[in-house]
């Protein structure tokens, strides 16, 4: 029994592993949508996204993580910061129910998804802050590659007529 149970708790620990091996910067075009994503591809596994309407060039910012001592619709500011600047936002919490339970989170709307690309403009470490949680995430190669294609998808905010 007790052989058994160590299999089964050595085997979490190495899906869990290799969930975290499989973390990756990617973009994609889904229903006329750009999105740039740090997570594990073609999983709910998201820690950091943003997407962009094309039509327009708006977006949304995840900034993933489940952030604690927040409560469901409790006003979060918070950081983006990496090499390339540093942007500052307001949300509300929101729950979202997981298999693990209900996590904390925040999304803003941008009227610039672009705008919020400067942080990860350049080669370094991408952290979230908010004021009791922090989280980093790497910025290689592969960011500078799903940058580019999001950049490339994603239009600059339409200016209205003068």
Request: aromatic share 10%; with cysteine.
């Amino acid at each position: 029994m007790w052989v058994f149970l160590y299999l089964l708790l050595i085997g979490s620990f190495m899906a869990a592993h290799a969930d975290d091996e499989r973390l990756t910067w990617y973009s994609f075009l889904q229903e006329e949508e750009a999105i740039i994503s740090y997570g594990v591809p073609e999983t709910d596994d998201v820690r950091f996204s943003i997407v962009c309407k094309v039509s327009d060039g708006t977006g949304v910012l995840s900034p993933g993580g489940n952030i604690v001592g927040v409560k469901k619709g409790e006003r979060v500011n918070f950081t983006v910061s990496g090499p390339g600047g540093t942007r500052t936002y307001m949300a509300v919490a929101k729950y979202q129910d997981e298999l693990d339970g209900p996590s904390t989170f925040v999304s803003v709307d941008l009227p610039s998804a672009i705008d919020a690309l400067v942080p990860l403009s350049k080669p370094g470490t991408l952290t979230t802050r908010y004021p009791r949680n922090s989280f980093t995430i790497p910025l290689g190669p592969k960011a500078a590659q799903a940058l580019n294609t999001f950049r490339s998808q994603c239009p600059p905010v339409k200016q209205p007529p003068k």
